[in-house]
Every structure is written in C-alpha cells, then in structure tokens.
C-alpha cells in the first residue's frame, strides 16, 4: 500500500505521447503494488469496487444501442465490468497485470455463471493481438505512469476494432489533489487521444465505488478516426 501512495502522484505534468523511458523495474514495482493490495483485500473493499456495469458505460451502451460483441476491459481488476457485460450478452476479456485481481474476478464470473476470459497482461506492452468490438477502461489509464502513457494508447489503438467504440473513465483534475491516481483536465484528455481518436463524446461524471462521495470523474467515448478517401 505504502508504494502505491509513493507512486501516485498528486499533481502530474502532462506527458507528451513519446516512447516510453520507464525502465520495466518500474513497471514492476507497480504490478508488485497492486499485487499487494489485491491479496490483502477483498475486492468489495477496494475503492474502485463497483459490482454493477459503471452507468456512464450503461448509459452509452443504451445509447448506441449496442448489444451484442467482443468486450475487453483494460486493467479491469477484479473484472467487475467485464462480468457484467457478459451478464448482458457480450463475449467478454478482462486484463490486468495483477493475477491476484484476475483470480478475484474469476470468482466473481463463476458466481455469475458467466464465462469471462481473463488474461494477465501489462497493458503498456500487451501480448492481446485481437480487436474488440469495444474497448473499456474504467481506472487504468489514470494509474499509467506518464512515460508509458504512449504505449498504452498503442495497445487501445491496436484492441480497437476499425468500427469499434473506446469507453474511458479517468479522475478528473476537479478532484482535490491527494494521493491517488493522476487526475486529468478535458484539454489534457482532448490533446492526448485527440491526436490519434475521434473524441466523440468527453464530459464530466462520477467515478462510483465502495467510496461514501464519489470522486469527480470525467468519462469519453471514442473512435478511431475514419480514413479519408
Ligand atoms: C483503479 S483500478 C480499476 C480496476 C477496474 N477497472 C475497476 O473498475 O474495478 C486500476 C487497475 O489497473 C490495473 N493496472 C494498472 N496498471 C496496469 C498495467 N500497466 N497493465 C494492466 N493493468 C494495470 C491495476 O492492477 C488495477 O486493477
């Protein structure tokens, strides 16, 4: 735990898509951190813990009127979202690069009576070769260190189906700075995945989870950008 608090940082320049210098010990240590955490507790009492589909996620699945397809949620700990996509119909994955949280959501899945593929995968240098009909990420990219920041967005651009639709949560930069994930602005947003996606929704929200007030949150929806002719 004591790790985490040192690798989160409160108040984070905002890094510049590039290659990444972060030395894979790093990323390591950030793995062996949430490692940490997901062993010495239950999922319930982790503070993203939301054991319902995320609403902002229900509500854009409403409104694209989606209901079937291939799901993949990136660092979806204990694969809350990714069970619950499956519960609808979808055929789901969920990665994260701590096994403890993957066996919590195995768990959960076999509650559900649902199968779910769960794949230990660092999602800044994934082995995932399939393309998803959607793409979520509710918490990952806000723990990505800034470095690695453009590693992550290859692994999106490359999951994600030309069709496809990219579902993104993210602490927002309303949040008071304190420990914990970076927090981000929606111009910080617009500039990083604007370069490469269509940004076709971005707006405020919370970020539900076993938390009594939720923290600001900012939610985005996005596609690749179609090639001209
Ligand atoms: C704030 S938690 C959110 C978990 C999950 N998305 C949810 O909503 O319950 C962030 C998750 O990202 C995972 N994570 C962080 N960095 C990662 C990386 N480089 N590769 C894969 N997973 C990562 C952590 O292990 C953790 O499960």
Known sequence: MRFLKQFFIKNQPQAAPQAS?????????????????????????????????????????????????????????????????????????STDFSAAALEGGREFARQANVQVNFLLDDVTNSRLTTKFDLVLDRGCYHIIAPARRADYLRTVLRCLA???????????????????????????????????????????TEFPGAREIFPKALFALMRHRPAHT
């Open 162 to 204: 030309p069709e496809g639709w990219f579902l993104f949560k993210c602490f927002s930069s309303d949040e008071p700075a304190r420990p914990g994930p970076f927090r981000f602005s929606e111009s910080e947003i617009r500039d990083f995945f604007g370069t490469s996606l269509d940004i076709v929704e971005l707006r405020k």
């Open 21 to 93: 210098k972060t030395s894979p010990a790093l990323c390591e240590q950030a793995a062996r951190g949430f490692e940490d955490v997901y062993h010495s507790q239950q999922p319930e009492q982790l503070p993203w813990f939301w054991r319902d589909l995320d609403p902002d996620f229900i509500s854009t699945l409403q409104q694209l009127g989606l209901t079937q397809g291939s799901v993949v949620d990136l660092g979806g700990g204990s694969g809350t979202q990714a069970v619950a996509m499956a519960k609808l119909g979808f055929t789901a994955t």
